[in-house]
């Protein structure tokens, strides 16, 4: 099988999306498939939706020969208008990764309606979906207005080998001293870094610790007002940011940390909740998009909604000064995570996916 992919910038950008594309065109070229990757330039939303007027890649989309076209959902704003256009050409299935909705995150008002009209157009055009959660089906569902051929094959953790045993998560977690908290991902609004820092001053600062790690340059107006914050209210002290790190240095940071603290406000899955659970670390998450289908409240985490800071405090500090649960929750964290799915074994229903409905595709074209 010959699959085409479409993404926009480059299969090596850091983020759970592009580490799920990775790890499908990694399986599939093991299966023996081919995989030609088409990349489309990283621009501003204007400047992506005047790529659906064609050019260089358009023809090359049109020309290469290729079984199956899927297409990662975060390139839609290029693709949504190009993709009826490449309909009149070929007879090719196209399929759609979906990661999260764009119109599912929060945006200014003036643009709410663009954003979802767009979205839809583009899920329109698609024979069918892979999706990284039921969350995810379920919002595609509701903005299409439209049940296509889809597979759920949720994103996994077990690149990350932590070799952990039980008994030394509990060690880790009854140990003397402050609670050491984690944030793992690119410093962005959506993220609920800020959140997190209007909660933490509620507590004694003696009784924690943060360690922020994710590219600070994704929203460089964002994460710098946020270590302003931090030096004004003195906490730097308490608070570090390291920006990108390579995998054995975030490897360390799992196994001395002792919680995964990220309040985003909306994850289509959430891969970093679940490579924190494979260092047995319970996750603090946001209410919103598909945290709830890893983290159970109060047996392997918290989830805290949009804002709450107060929640948000009242969670950390009963973890701080109760360690025994803290322990509790980082063994069930630490079995939710060896219950969840391989990258084989998800990958594998994507490509038996992609088999099914390029076969039904192909059997229908002239």
């Known amino acids: 099988m010959h699959v085409g992919l479409v993404i926009p910038g480059s299969l090596d950008t850091v983020s759970g999306g592009y580490l799920y594309d990775r790890m499908l065109v990694r399986y599939l070229e093991a299966c023996g498939d081919r ?49 009826r256009r490449l309909r009149l050409r070929r007879a090719v299935p196209l399929v759609g990764i979906v990661h999260h909705l764009r119109s599912s995150e929060r945006h200014p008002a003036p643009l709410r309606p663009l954003y979802r009209r767009v979205e839809r157009a583009y899920l329109r055009t698609l024979d069918g979906f892979v999706y990284n959660s039921r969350t995810t089906r379920q919002a595609v569902a509701a903005l299409a207005g439209q049940q296509k051929p889809g597979v759920i094959a949720y994103p996994a953790a077990n690149q990350w080998q932590s070799e952990l045993s039980e008994d030394e998560i509990r060690v880790r977690a009854l140990a003397p001293g402050p609670l050491r908290l984690l944030f793992v991902g690119n410093v962005i609004p959506r993220k609920g870094l800020d959140l997190l820092l209007d909660a933490l001053p509620r507590l004694p600062p003696a009784a924690w610790r943060l360690d922020v790690v994710g590219d600070l340059t994704v929203a460089p107006a964002y994460a710098r007002r946020l270590q302003e914050r931090v030096q004004q209210q003195g906490l730097d002290g308490h608070i570090g940011f390291h920006g990108r790190l390579p995998d054995s240095a975030l490897a360390e940071r799992f196994l001395h940390s002792h919680l995964l603290a990220m309040p985003s406000r909306y994850e289509g899955f959430g891969i970093a909740y679940l490579e924190g659970m494979a260092y047995g670390l319970p996750a603090v998450a946001g209410s919103g998009g598909a945290a709830h289908e890893l983290v159970a409240p109060g047996e392997t985490g918290f989830l805290v909604g949009p804002g709450d800071a107060a929640r948000l405090a009242t969670h950390l500090a009963a973890l701080a000064a109760d360690r025994t649960w803290l322990a509790a929750m980082a063994v069930a964290a630490y079995h939710r995570y060896q219950a969840h799915p391989t990258w084989a074994e998800s990958m594998e229903r994507v490509r038996r996916f992609v088999l099914r409905i390029g076969s039904v595709r192909l059997e229908k074209s002239p």
């Not at 990757?37 to 989309?61: D, H, K």
């Not at 899927?70 to 949504?80: G, K, N, R, T, V």
């Open 35 to 83: 995989v030609t990757v088409f990349s489309l330039p990283v621009t501003g939303y204007a400047r992506q939706l005047v790529q659906n007027s064609g050019g260089a890649r358009y023809e090359q989309l049109c020309t290469t020969s290729v079984d199956v076209l899927l297409q990662d959902e975060l390139a839609h704003p290029a693709l949504f208008w190009l993709n």
